[in-house]
């Protein structure tokens, strides 16, 4: 669930990276407007994700993390929202200096942080595998031997019953 949810915040940022470069690119006040719309809905739905990861990361590594994404997000927003508004004012030279100049290199700091979120919690995932089917390898062997033992003791049961019930007989006929 973690690595789908830092999947879907990259998603997301993603989805802001292009958004925003259409925005500056277009002239259209009505098309640049539902660029606007998209942006808004990105973040939302970028706050939505990372309020259901944040209370799922519990490790120490993982908590520093998330607060390199935090830092990253904080310092990329306002640099978007320049690149946005020179954009809206059809200042496109300016707002695709910012981009290049300002927004990507803080931008892949974002991105940078969200692939070690992913790589972290692959590796969490990955170790829970193993200690799982280790454990699923000790639960098995150890079934295996009480099933030998239950059959042993069953046999021996089996026989006990059967000579007490033979001897007699045997005496009888």
Known sequence: VKV???????????LLARTVRNLVLLEEPAEMRREEGRIHDARTKYQELIAKLEPMVRSEEGQRILAQIKEAQSMTAPLMDKAIELGLANKNSEATNVIIREVRPAQAKWFEALDAMIRHEEKVSGDLVEQANHDYQQAFQVMIVLTVLAMLLGSGAAYLITRSIITPLREAV
């Open 4 to 14: 789908a949810l830092a999947n879907g915040l990259a998603s997301q940022v993603n």
